[in-house]
């Protein structure tokens, strides 16, 4: 079975801080990770997904995120954090083919501080 | 880009109506389409697949009678909640993709659909 962890549920840092966001996955084959962020009422926008290749993804806001096999993990991460960027992120695993059977974590809940 | 409406974005009823909500790609063919609930601070629970001609694949304890789902175009798919009861309340969120099968195409999420029964 596949299953996604997001150790945090609410992170606040200061605008023009560094974030990391962590996810942890237990997947039987090779995994598609995905990360979606989401603002209040609305629905989720993919920010970068990871297939193959180089472990390291970049994604769209600035966003990045590095796959590491031996650890599980894919965490989400951004040098310098904006305002706007206060939302609830999801990581997800699941299969390429069928991106609907992906299974979601939790999700983290970003505030920013002025 | 891909852009999925969803509507209504919030619906109150009472107890014992039924329920429609519809998602349409605005811009694109889709093949397949996911209705999720989510509860309020919790993840995406997928609750059904629906391509587009057949019949919707359930997941495992969604009612189906309950939820009936119909996938008549490629442009629009419609999740009807029948004799809606206060436990059903959630945010209902559709996703539709452009492929099935063994390539990957992105999901393109609506706004969701937050339903509130009395």
């Known amino acids: 079975a596949q299953s996604v962890t997001q150790p945090d549920i609410h992170i606040t840092v200061s605008e023009g801080a560094s974030l990391e966001l962590r996810c942890n996955y237990s997947?039987?084959?090779?995994?598609?990770l995905f990360w979606y962020v989401q603002s209040p009422g609305q629905g989720l926008q993919l920010l970068l997904k990871?297939?193959?290749?180089?472990?390291l993804v970049q994604g769209i806001k600035g966003f990045e995120a590095e796959f590491k096999r031996s650890q599980s993990s894919f965490n989400l991460r951004k040098p310098s954090v904006h305002w706007s960027d206060a939302a609830e992120y999801f990581c997800a695993v699941g299969p390429g083919h069928n991106a609907g059977k992906s299974t979601f974590g939790d999700g983290t809940t970003l505030t920013v501080k002025p | 880009g891909a852009v999925v409406s969803q509507h209504p974005s919030w619906v109150i009823c009472k107890s014992g109506t039924s329920v429609k909500i519809e998602c349409r790609s605005l811009?694109?063919?889709?093949?397949?389409m996911f209705w999720y609930r989510q509860f309020p601070k919790q993840s995406l629970m997928l609750m059904a697949t629906s391509n587009e001609g057949s019949k919707a694949t359930y997941e495992q304890g969604v009612e189906k009678d309950k939820f009936l789902i119909n996938h008549a175009s490629l442009t629009l798919s419609t999740l009807t909640v029948t004799s809606a009861h206060p436990e059903d309340s959630s945010f209902y969120i559709c996703?539709?993709?452009?492929?099935?099968?063994?390539?990957?195409?992105?999901?393109?999420f609506g706004d969701g659909t937050r339903l509130s029964i009395l």
């Open positions: 996703s539709a993709s452009r492929g099935q099968g063994a390539k990957w195409q992105p999901q393109h």
């Open positions: 811009d694109f063919q889709a093949t397949t």
């Open positions: 997947y039987g084959a090779t995994p598609y």
């Open positions: 990871y297939f193959s290749g180089d472990t």
